[in-house]
């Protein structure tokens, strides 16, 4: 119904440009009594936080979050519950030029084309600072998926950065701290040659892209709703709504379509990604989600306001979709049946 | 809101189990005034119906259809579009062993978790049937997609089956009468190679799976809605909700991930698909659907019953999808302004 | 979202024209496994029913229903589920001077201005046989609440007819039975009085308006969803979309509206008609719903296509109305909290 | 779809507890390029603030706003507009005996009974503070509504306080200005005896309700969706999602129900109230809104906090639900036909 909402049942609206006074979310349909884990939604903000590393943009916010409502004596009430981040580094005149010349790449000219009134300054609307309003809502999200699951586990990493790629071994042993030991999150022996290149590249207004991968574990049976919310589309459709994203498989869904079905059928885990006629089979998930370069690159990414490959900075956002989409499913389910 | 709807402006909900009396579509917020070419209704049916050649399934269904409402004097009423098609072929009793067995690959054993009480004949609502209602709809959507954009021109076609791929020069000649002029709905000179395997496969209950290429062209610039129905949102979940999709691409999105992004932004019109920022830019748009092979194989392929490769007939499902999704668009894009 | 829908979580989308093949309803989100009681369908179509009695018009319509989707042995399968009814008595000729003289108090000339292109047999969409499409999908939530909610009762009658009004006597023993009893619906002595006029005035040409009151008992506590989906104005929006309604009060809201505070809040359950804040209490309901009197007067009248007081036949679409809020709320408020 | 939004084309979403940090709004689906006029804003708000005279509650709020997001050098920008509200005068001390014994004729039971966990410090969510966020977003749809059709007019007043009326002539010459002159917001000769009970009631703890009627001119003819989202049902539906609303009626449709229909329908626009069969008629609307006695008497009553009659404050607030129902329809309108 609206642009900028999201989810049926646990519903976020998010709102904000990258250069007005603040970016914020509305959570609706939590249920109340939910207990929150500020750590934890400070942790995922800083994942997502520019100049986190030497190989991020260096944009300068804190991104400090503010409760405006929904919760009394560290639970939800049942009512919306919404959340802001202040922009504090607005620099704006740096992209007064951008007025007279949009960039390459960016969709500064589209918004002209559709809006006719627009913020040029850094993209407004369409920054990918937006995305710190998917990641607060999305650990309310999480917050709520293991109450009501708690095995549930959500791991997402840098699976490809250029041509860089997982070995099968490094991906049997995937874990969130080798994830979070690195600041690319590629949990590989890359790694530290990826970081010499995205160091580079950002110096010289390079960019790359790649693939992150999830892997869900724990997931209750039965969740997703055919045949137009089934959880395959509305996953690919969470992940296909972040800026950068290009593409998205399910299980081994692009790599082995070659298969003649008698062997690609052979390994249901594998082939479905835990999901067979848009509802989840309780077995392991995997979504891969396909990023282009980032587009900021050459005369802009001089001014040092660049990430030369989003995707480090992009595993919490894509976590947090994930988690949304989940949220959203568990508690559809819930009228699903009698009793 | 609901499992079994689409669309936000242009909104369809349907409805109907495989072996049930019908199946159907309610269209609603389709403006009034629209005349219905009939003839193109029909054509898109027949394109999809089972038994329409050597190589599909042979379910013997002639998918006449009704048109109960909405519709007078050959134009719409602005009142809801209702379209509905009846079983006639339901040999219902084919289906009483899968009661005690359900079939591998199949979806009838996580609907019975999720649902209870289920209906097992022929996979029920999770059958691949259900796709004639997207046809109805997406054929309304078609013609209104015309009217609106008469510049409009959406192709899908077979772009990989099993390991037959269309080559540079096949892909810069297709046109809608080569689509057409092969069963396999691949306008390449692999055609007959790729009819002769899916005969083979459709005998020994082997399956194939493969990528449909949809070229949209026309497309006015300015439609999709950040952040959350962007173009290429929007279009992925409509893409996924298709019973055997297993992943989508954007333009190169995929193929071209390795490229730096001095090299990848070079030819905006290629990687980004005619979208940024979710919306669109006027340009040529390009979506590779990619479908693992049928999961009906072996012992119930062996009753005829079967699609050796599903992708000849889901073709022109791809395209009432994306005209869907278009219509939506240009309905929603209406109160983008002021004027 | 839709013009032709109703519900959020138990959603309906109502489909058909007076004159058009047939009339049906989508019912959406029903839980699956309730048992389908299609004698209370009939019962309830039945009671809605043109030419019923001598005071009703005397269109000829058996209103026999189909199930197109959505069932299966006898049980709701968490699908779709589709009902329609055929138009029989179609006398389109009937209405062709309308074409070109718009009848008083109908709403022809207003659709013609809004839509262009309108079906001016006999109301098209904006006909009162409409409603059957209310009861079909009313009498499916009617079985559902009765299913969560064993103790609900919904009992609604013609309070006043004309210038009769029930005595305070006369309401407290209002029984099913009674209110069926007389084709007035009006559970009192004035009933044969009040069949008197209607025959009369339908015989000339005129017409009659009032009120039915609706009393609600056994609604569990907590069900309403504030801020903008209270019950009390779910319940309103859900009457208000009935043709002939131009107002509703709840409780005493209207009746009592000169009372001080300190006397109008004494009695709770009068006042309040069992919602505070938006939400039920537990309490008995009451609800009044003001109807015009039928705009089908003089000249259209004299053919015999006239209900000289549509209250009769209303009774059912408004118990089929609140219903339809009570299932939708009764399921909402089981994601309300943990557990 | 949620509890907290209002609309379907422009669309809120409030939310904000009475003692919690702020309220707000966010604005979906308001077009692009509409200049915002902050001194109609202002006044709107001064007009619903609370202690603004002496017959009104004296919680202390100066009610200043901020503009989050949405706005740009004065104007639209086509993405969701967020204003807040912060809560200055929380005073929440003085209603912690409120934990322990629930006021009666309030909602903090049923409320608890809901959610489990609730803030008890003055209603929380359900107090009428919430309105304030009403004001918010109908001062936008308002300048939104004068921008589509600038010969719109909407005025409502109070008609009745307590047993005080209107007289037929003070109808006939209601202007916005005479509304406000004084604090009752009731444009006739009993103005200043309504301001002396009202005085004496705040003192004693007692309460009185009433009637604001709206009067509504110049709506373009053809607004209005049937058949659940007739401009009749989305009306009275927004008006009783008011706090304290306990009826609605459309025209004269609750006093003149008695009349035959010869008589009702002789003055179309006196009886329809502008409506038929849910569309605008282009005429003159008129709807009453009936308010019973605030709830807050008595005990609480004695601090100070209390209206002795909420329909002086309130009528900005009606005002402001007439026009978030028409700017969402005038949006809707676009759609209709082709072109």
Redesign the interface.
Known sequence: ??????G??F?I?????SH?????V?V??C????ELDLKLLQRNLDRRRPNQSAITTSRNETDAY????????G????????L?VRNNDQKSQDYNDIKAAPR????D???K???????HRGG???SGR?TVTRVLAGSIAQMLCH?LAPELEVLAFSY?I??HTLSEAELKSVSFDKIESSSTRFPGAASSAIEDLLKK?KAEG??????IRTVIKGVP???G??????L???L???L??I?A??????????EQ??????Q??RN?QD?Y?GV??????GEQMQI?T??????S??DVAKKGRHDPCILPRAVPVVESMVYLVLADHM?W???????
């Open positions: 119904m609206s642009a900028n909402s999201f049926k049942r519903r609206t998010t709102f904000g440009e007005g006074p603040a970016l914020g509305v609706e349909g249920p109340s009594g939910l503010e409760i405006l409502s929904g919760v009394y004596e639970k939800t009430l049942g009512t919306p519950l919404t802001i390459a790449g960016h969709s000219d589209v918004w084309e559709k809006f006719g009134h627009t913020d407004g609307r369409s937006e109450k490809q250029a041509s590249s390079e960019s790359h892209g790649g693939i049976a039965g969740i709703q055919p045949v137009f919310h089934k395959k589309s509305d690919t459709a969470a296909m709504s800026g994203t290009t593409g998205v498989a399910l299980g081994n869904g692009v379509i070659e298969l003649p079905g008698t690609f059928h249901s082939v990604g067979r006629g848009g509802i989840s089979t891969d396909y990023f282009k370069p980032t587009s690159i050459l508690l389910a819930r009228t699903d049946k009698l009793e």
